[in-house]
């Protein structure tokens, strides 16, 4: 049986193949896709997501959600483009009055009570909004997925913060101390699975839409990867996150108590990990501590391939 998930993502490239692979893996039920300012604006964001769901035409449509009106000190576009993805301008026909993404995370929790699990491949600010609209939705949710923080290496929006937790530390630490089942997927972890440029002939052919998708957005990544950041190809560290999921034999983890600093010059959003064997504070996540990449990349080859077989 298919485990329910909802996503909320502010696509960007690596977003928007996390998106798709979401879509089409049999192994997972995407009921709901809600978007979040980040990489770009709310309003693009909102796009985004149409753009996703109508050039893909998957099966089953999922329930949307709007951005909520938020704006953040920066965002990526240096990496994804000026429409977050790679400046490709697809055709949208947006829906009228979507519902915001707070409500929508609401609404599919009372929906879907300990079934559902939620995956934040984006700054967290809906979920801390839907839990200010209701506080019991921590208990709801069956676990609680964030791609966020940094453990071991340095952060990629500042030396100290990764860029989800940086936009919003205070939505990061509401989140984390909710009291729901969380994993934690930090920086460390999420950046090891890189596509090479040998890697996009692999993707699925053109002629299908997952392969024409794919293969229109993903290669504008690699100039502004390689130049940001010295590394030929794409971090794939939203697919990792949907990967998660669907695959977790593929993950190890440890439990692990998780703070956010939510000020400083230097240090906001920065993650505060304490796992000493004296620690006083109760552990509030698994923490992703290693995955096996090999097994991550032949699932992603695989569910693609299942994709373009059911794409027109």
Request: with cysteine; hydrophobic share 45%; glycine share 8%.
């Amino acid at each position: 049986m298919a485990r329910k998930i909802a996503i909320v993502a502010d696509p960007g490239i690596d977003g928007a193949f996390a998106v798709a692979l979401a879509l089409f893996a049999p192994e997972l039920e995407l009921v709901g896709l809600a978007a979040t300012a980040g990489n770009v604006s709310a309003d693009q964001a909102t796009r985004n997501v149409h753009v996703l769901v109508e050039q893909l035409d998957p099966p089953r449509w999922p329930r949307l959600g709007a951005a909520l009106p938020v704006e953040y000190e920066r965002d990526a576009t240096d990496l994804h483009g000026p429409d977050g993805l790679g400046g490709a301008n697809f055709p949208c026909a947006q829906l009228h009055h979507p519902h915001p993404s707070d409500q929508l995370l609401r609404d599919l929790l009372r929906q879907y009570p300990r079934e559902l699990t939620v995956v934040l491949l984006g700054p967290p600010t809906a979920f801390a909004r839907a839990l200010d609209r209701d506080p019991d939705l921590a208990t709801a949710v069956e676990r609680l997925v964030v791609v966020g923080g940094a453990r071991h290496e340095p952060g990629d929006a500042t030396a100290a913060a990764e860029f989800h937790f940086f936009c919003d530390p205070q939505a990061a630490r509401q989140v984390l101390r909710c009291g729901a089942a969380i994993t934690l997927l930090p920086l460390d972890v999420a950046r090891k699975f890189v596509l090479s440029p040998a890697d996009l002939l692999k993707l699925p052919p053109a002629g299908s839409n997952v392969g024409r998708f794919l293969r229109k957005v993903v290669p504008a990544a690699i100039a502004p990867t390689a130049s940001l950041y010295g590394t030929e190809g794409v971090y794939l560290n939203d697919v990792v996150g949907v990967a998660a999921v669907a695959l977790p034999g593929a993950f190890t983890t440890k439990p692990i108590f998780v703070d956010v600093e939510t000020r400083g010059e230097l240090t906001r959003g920065a993650c505060v990990f304490d796992g000493r064997w004296a620690c006083t504070a109760k552990p509030n996540v698994d923490l992703v501590t290693s995955v096996d990449v090999h097994a991550v990349r032949q699932y992603v080859q695989r569910a693609l391939e299942e994709a373009a077989g059911t794409s027109p």
